[in-house]
């Protein structure tokens, strides 16, 4: 029932792709950079790439990318935004590149959704001897006393333990142990937001999209209440939160 339900978890956003390539952040473009810096050259692979949150950050930096994405609603959001973009359907168990074909692999909010036990021999098998394995999670600022209110306001459904400054570490220091030492860092990111905009945001996430009907409702009421005296335009403070893996 566990892997069903990871299953029915990471599978649910092909349903919201619209509204995810509309209102998901970008990724910071140093955290990023931290990211690259060990790789011995820049020919990325952007997997799981969703709608190109990452991709196109990693375009504007002026990398050699090639995106991998599973969900044929997402990848079309992708092919739409960032048409000079070489992306393919695939995914992290089957990934569609030859042998040593790329020098790291990145992968934004996704890595926790592969089956590593699959996943690890393709990630070995398409990345260059030396390369870089980084996950890479836009996590709310909990420091910040309205974010924290607003954690616990939402559940965990919608902010959960890898989405949040304070946790995130922990959250995710097991997912690449299996390649070697690991390093993690944080780098200081926001997105603009309205009270009505960062719902449509939260409302994109997999707990949410599998929600009951009533119950996401209910859900999503709770969280414009607490955001009611948030009025126009205002950050949201995010922290763009990397785990960076050296290969053999």
Not at 62 to 82: F, Y
Not at 92 to 111: F, H, Q, R
């Amino acid at each position: 029932m566990e892997h069903d339900a990871r299953r029915q978890l990471a599978s649910s956003f092909g349903a919201a792709a619209a509204d995810y390539a509309e209102h998901r952040p970008d990724y910071s473009p140093a955290a990023v950079r931290w990211a690259l810096a060990a790789a011995p050259s820049p020919r990325v692979l952007d997997l799981g790439a969703g709608t190109g949150k990452l991709t196109g950050t990693l375009a504007a930096l002026g990398v050699d990318v090639v995106a991998v994405e599973p969900d044929p609603a997402m990848l079309a959001e992708l092919r739409r935004a960032l048409p000079g973009v070489r992306a393919l359907a695939g995914r992290a168990e089957a990934i569609p590149l030859p042998d040593a074909s790329v020098d790291a692999v990145l992968a934004g909010n996704a890595l926790h959704w592969f089956d590593l036990a699959v996943a690890g021999p393709e990630l070995a098998r398409v990345l260059a001897p030396g390369g870089v394995l980084a996950g890479l999670w836009n996590v709310l600022d909990d420091r910040v006393g309205w974010v924290a209110g607003l954690e616990r306001i939402s559940g965990s459904a919608v902010i959960g333990p890898r989405d949040t400054f304070s946790s995130w570490r922990a959250a995710t220091a097991g997912l690449a142990a299996r390649f070697g030492a690991r390093e993690q860092a944080e780098f200081p990111h926001g997105q603009r937001r309205t009270a009505e905009s960062l719902v449509a945001t939260l409302a994109t996430r997999a707990g949410v999209l599998v929600m009951p009907a009533l119950e996401r409702e209910a859900t999503l009421g709770r969280i414009r209440a607490h955001l009611a005296d948030m009025s126009g335009e205002f950050v949201l403070p995010l922290l763009t939160g990397v785990l960076r893996v050296r290969t053999p």
